[in-house]
């Protein structure tokens, strides 16, 4: 089962689990064998007859993903709500709060930087790091929440808006991939991917040209800004459906339970994406 996806593309067990007779689980790492239906592992004469200290360490199924995006995200709002807390009012009493709103851009910067760095080390690990997965929900966390003050001092309520959003995509997504029954082929994963890289890459590009005082108007308040913003969106709906249909392929490959973290970082990447886009998108239409 070959993954395009950089999530998933350094994980052995979603790229080369493969099926042999009977239904047996075949991992790369030992070629160690799984126990399937039919197999003497599932009689019960057999039980207790097995190996000391083998150790069954579980399957990944959809509750296990679940569980593990729940404190994910969970970690994401802890921290969001944190720093929301510390950073205090940016307005008060119709007044523009200097030092709150500087807080608020530093922890943007190195909530954002940390996450960044985390998300890559994540993507292109071999044996995901359920604490890396977490830290990485945390540094997230911290950059969301600075960056939800900003929008929120000049635009009330946009925040919630921009949560209740999020969450409406991300249930219309999950409906549409069940219930139209949507299946994802390889040239629909490579597209993802790549476009996926591609705005991380003008993002980046972006943020150089910033520091030479030059303002892209791909992140700005213009029908270009929009546009590109809700074509992250767009793509942040896309990602959510290459994260379903990863999460189906694992649960019937049987690959370990740990894989629920590598499964729920890529659902609250493909989150953070849209609810960041979503709020831009809110943004410019109310400026307007």
């Known amino acids: 089962m070959r993954s395009n996806n950089p999530v998933f593309t350094r994980s052995e067990e979603f790229n080369r689990a493969s099926s042999n007779a009977y239904g047996n689980q075949t991992y790369a790492g030992g070629g160690q064998t799984y126990p399937g239906y039919g197999d003497a592992g ?3 004469s057999q039980w207790g007859t097995g190996t000391p200290g083998q150790v069954d360490q579980g399957r990944m199924t959809v509750d296990t993903v679940v569980q593990k995006t729940a404190i994910s995200v969970a970690l994401v709002f802890a921290a969001a ?7 205090g009012d940016v307005v008060e009493n119709n007044f523009l709060n200097e030092d709150a709103l500087g807080r608020a851009y530093m922890l943007t910067m190195l909530g954002a930087g940390g996450a960044f760095i985390l998300s890559l080390v994540n993507s292109f690990k071999r044996v995901i790091s ?26 009330p309520g946009i925040v919630t808006s921009a ?5 409406a995509a991300f249930a219309g997504t999950l409906a549409a991939y069940k219930f139209l029954n949507i299946k ?7 597209g993802v991917v790549a476009a996926m890289f591609g705005m991380v890459g003008l993002g980046l590009l972006s943020l150089v040209l910033s520091l030479f005082g030059i303002q892209s ?14 074509a992250g969106l767009v793509l942040g709906i896309f990602m959510l ?10 649960v019937a490959a049987g690959l370990p339970e740990r894989e629920s973290w590598r499964a729920a970082f890529g659902l609250t990447v493909s989150l953070v994406w849209i609810y960041t886009n979503l709020l831009r998108i809110l943004a410019i239409l109310r400026g307007d």
């Open 130 to 155: 359920p604490a890396l997965v977490m830290i990485f929900a945390l540094a997230e966390g911290v950059a969301l929440g600075a960056l939800s003050k900003v929008f929120e001092a000049q635009f």
């Open 184 to 190: 994802v082929g390889d040239k629909f994963r490579r």
């Open 241 to 250: 459906i290459l994260d379903f249909d990863y999460v189906e392929q694992g």
């Open 42 to 44: 599932s009689d019960p």
């Open 81 to 87: 709500f944190a720093t929301w807390w510390w950073i």
């Open 217 to 230: 108007p791909l992140y700005g308040d213009g029908p270009i800004g929009f546009v590109f913003a809700a």
């Open 163 to 167: 949560v209740l959003g999020t969450f």
